[in-house]
């Protein structure tokens, strides 16, 4: 006969002999010695967790930079996104100046400008060139209406242009080819703005009238249109003659004379004129733009005449901008890191393992893990050694300033009481003592704070002797810069970086270049997940095969039961049929 054994497949029985929830007592195996996998899941957790929050930091450390830098006026950007560093020597809000006529010029001082009243007699402003259509132009099919963009040459009124026909002309030089009788309106706009020759040339279509410029003024900018690149053949006789002529151009002149724009007045160089000014008794002075700058002042011409400009320090501009910077973002900052060094860790609450979450809300999972990642970082030694840095620092005087104003303290800037609440290298100001100083020697209160070192402080190939030297030529704001990137740095190390990258660049655009060459992009918690990935892969293989090793007891112990079992009831069978 066939017995239930034979016919049932062993590889995992549960429980259909013996009655027994094998599935559950083999899970129940597996969990009690998943100890090492979950403790392995749990540090690869609380890195992951570690790592969040070192980048958070490094986000707020960089944006203090940035941030305080925009608003020192320390950094702008250029069109294109890049972030340039300046010196306080060019800010505008250190000093205030006062200009007796606004309508002949406007002004604003750097930070190095030198205080007095100062003489300015504009003689001359820069100008560049400009030419305008001398009346509408329009369509040779429609003369009531406006030639657009869309309109090929070939159909403007009076052009004398075939669709076949080829225009070449030169501006300034500079070669402008390609156009035919079909090419439109907005081509030849693209032609001429694209050669390089320093001309805008625009068409307004409400007013169907061309209009150019000179992309700068001074009398090294102008108009000129021949037919060579040497400059010296007119454009008579041309198909470019006859364009020209259909466009209907006035060319204003530098001297204020209006002329047409025929094949000899354009053949004719119109240059720019130069602005002509005297500044403190140096007479003659010239720009080839009304936009100058002389001794720190930056001065805008708009028509001639003379004026007197004043300069003064701007104590009450000065005093908001500093006590913004230390008593409000830079003590904030502070206070966050010091939050997160001194949160203690609560042992109690762990990463919660895959079983422990299926047991919970999501509401309880999230308030759990909020808990499990307070104190991550407390005592965190990376973080401590650079407040303990800023700190010790804050101290130190500034070379090369007067000894009565080169350092903090005496210029009313001090540390916070621990008594007062405040905390390790925060900042109190001492306002009264602050605007005497400003009063007093306002440059040597500049240099306290701002003065700049070229030298890269965290470079990391400088010996101690020369870092410190550095430090000493670097005020206050700088060296709290210094600090806090050689603190960016150290975190980039542990933690690596993520979306925090483009402010962090911002800092300095080569910030991650030790963490490239010296650790080949890889932080240490980087490493130790990886590493704890391969323990819990090699962990969870153990499991599975000790899985696998209990099911097969449990068949073997089913297989025999059932065989048992059988023989039972063979031998039940025999005995009732003796009877």
Avoid: H
Wanted: proline share 1%.
């Amino acid at each position: 006969m066939i017995s239930l054994a034979d016919q049932v497949n062993y590889s995992r029985i549960s429980g259909l002999a013996s009655g027994l929830d094998i599935d559950s007592i083999v899970k129940s195996m597996i969990k009690a010695e998943s100890y090492r996998l979950n403790k392995y899941k749990q540090a690869q957790t609380k890195d992951e967790w570690k790592q969040d929050i070192y980048r958070t930091v490094n986000s707020d450390l960089g944006n203090f930079i940035v941030n305080t830098r925009k608003d020192l006026g320390l950094s702008s950007t250029t069109a294109t996104g890049i972030n340039i560093n300046k010196s306080i020597s060019s800010v505008t809000w250190v000093n205030k100046t006062t200009v007796s006529d606004e309508t002949v010029l406007t002004a604003t001082a750097n930070g190095d400008a030198a205080a007095g009243k100062y003489s300015v007699n504009v003689t001359q402003l820069a100008t560049g060139v400009t030419a305008a259509s001398s009346k509408a132009i329009v369509t040779s099919a429609d003369p009531t209406v406006k030639v657009g963009t869309a309109t090929k040459l070939s159909e403007i009124k009076d052009i004398n242009i075939t669709s076949s026909d080829t225009i070449t002309f030169y501006i300034n030089g500079k070669e402008i080819s390609g156009l035919t009788g079909d090419s439109t309106v907005q081509d030849l706009l693209n032609k001429v703005n694209q050669s390089g020759a320093g001309i805008k040339m625009t068409y307004d279509s409400g007013l169907g009238r061309f209009f150019i410029a000179t992309t700068s003024t001074g009398s090294s900018y102008g108009f000129q249109v021949t037919s060579d690149a040497n400059r010296t053949t007119s454009i008579s006789g041309t198909k470019a003659e006859n364009l020209f002529n259909a466009l209907s151009l006035n060319i204003n002149r530098s001297d204020g004379t209006v002329v047409t724009g025929n094949a000899d007045n354009l053949k004719e160089l119109n240059n720019g004129t130069d602005a002509i000014y005297d500044f403190a008794g140096a007479t003659g002075l010239t720009s080839s733009s009304n936009q100058v700058t002389v001794n720190g002042i930056n001065m805008d011409f708009k028509k001639t005449g003379s004026v007197t400009v004043s300069v003064e320090t701007d104590i009450d501009t000065i005093v908001t901008k500093i006590k913004k910077f230390f008593e409000e973002d830079y003590n904030k900052l502070l206070d966050g890191l010091y939050a997160k060094i001194n949160e203690k860790a609560d042992r109690d609450y762990q990463p919660l393992t895959d079983d422990q979450k299926e047991a919970m809300k999501d509401d309880d999972i999230k308030k759990w893990e909020d808990k499990a990642k307070q104190g991550l970082l407390q005592n965190d030694p990376t973080i401590s050694s650079m407040l303990y840095s800023i700190r010790d620092m804050l101290y130190e005087p500034i070379s090369g300033v007067d000894s009565k104003y080169n350092t903090l303290y005496k210029i009313g800037i001090e540390t916070k009481s621990y008594f007062d609440g405040g905390k390790p290298g925060q900042i109190e100001i001492d306002e009264a003592k602050l605007r005497q100083a400003l009063i007093e020697n306002p440059d040597a209160v500049m240099n306290v704070l701002f003065k700049n070192s070229d030298a890269d402080y965290t470079n990391k190939s400088l010996t101690s002797s020369e870092r410190s030297s550095i430090k000493e030529q670097t005020g206050i704001v700088g060296r709290i810069y210094n600090e806090i990137i050689f603190g960016i740095k150290g975190i980039v190390d542990q933690a690596g970086y993520g979306q925090e990258e483009d402010v962090l660049r911002s800092v300095r655009s080569n910030i991650f270049i030790d963490f490239v060459t010296e650790r080949s992009s890889i932080s240490y918690l980087s490493k130790d997940i990886t590493d704890l990935k391969k323990r819990i892969a090699d962990e969870q293989d153990s499991l599975n095969r000790k899985e696998d090793m209990y099911y097969q007891k449990f068949t073997a112990m089913e297989k025999a039961i059932s065989q048992m079992n059988s023989q039972s009831a063979w031998l039940a069978q025999q005995f009732g049929t003796g009877q």
